[in-house]
């Protein structure tokens, strides 16, 4: 089979870039070793989400909003619908206690230096107008209001079906054994056969550094298990995300009276398995956080738990642009757990570098060979 784009990897990245090249008038296959949006894409938390991101991402998660708040346009009323976005309840950033709180007052501040004002602070009073059944020790919060979430897995679906309605064809259950440059072009060795094509788009996720590896590119390769839980259905008492300042957590109540707990507990990757493990005794340390902050959770029934498997990079921020090593093979994963909100833009970013040379908004920060100028420096993010 020949190709002009292949694109490896068939989670939310992976398709949206696919996507945004069809529409530029590619022909695009995408490999995918599992099935569609099985990993990180599928199962994350579902947060729609500018807040408290690292400062590099904060132009493309700006950008990323206008997509999500426009889904109807870009991806037609029937598969925008099926996403359940839900934008404008905000997340909110919420402090316990007064050191926690000056730690926001200064993000604001940070942020209004760099010309952001999409962050906003709250005191106590209108912290408990717009999450009234917060504990009453909450002293303020961060809120950046046109926020939200939306359903993971369906989006990944939703992203998947307009893809093929473009034009690009998914192989699944097709596993990547192997990359060779033939000229200016590709092949690559796949579980079902070769592939030939003019541009290697690496969306791989955990796996994205053994694509890189492929071509003796050493990029970093630390995957980790974010874990989330799901309670029974209770009556509606939450219109914002809630993310923690101090305590790790990300908490919705969704249309359906379900609420999902995340924020970056872990569990246990196993990337040779390509499975992903709970561990009960860490999510204890979710629940007491949830305990603390909702009285009204005390009596809720946690009736499901979950973790995925994604790459972390050391300075939590994604690899999005050309390979150092190789000519027409191009990178984007390692989102570090908040990539899912990014996902619309990115894709349309990668397809105007790959077929028009420029990028839109500036990408330097998320070159690959940074990790080979030095140290790099994490931020205190949170997970999606």
Known sequence: MTTRAIVIGGGLH???TALH???????????EKNSAGRHASGVNAGGVRQLRRHPAEIPLS???MDRWLNLDAFLGPDLAAMCEFTGHVGQVAVAETDAEMAGLVAREAELRELGWTHEELLDQAELRRVAPALAT????GLISRRDGHASPYRTSQAFRLKAQRDGVRFQEGTRVRGLAQTGTGWRVETSAGGIEGDVVVNCGGAWGWQVAAMVGEALPHIEFAPTMMVSARVPKFLDPVVIGTGRKLSFKQTENGTVVIGGGILGIPDLDAETADPV???LVESARTVYDLFPIMRTATIVRCWAGLEARMPDEIPVIGPSTTAANLWHAFGYSGHGFQLSPIVGSLLADLIVDGK?????????AGRFNEGPVAAHPGTAS
């Open 21 to 31: 090249l069809a529409q530029k008038g590619l022909d695009v296959v995408v490999i």
């Open 62 to 64: 700006v950008a990323a």
């Open 137 to 140: 020790h909450c002293v303020g």
């Open 14 to 16: 992976g398709t949206s």
């Open 280 to 282: 009960a005794e860490r």
């Open 359 to 367: 990028s839109p908004l500036p990408l330097e920060a998320f070159r």
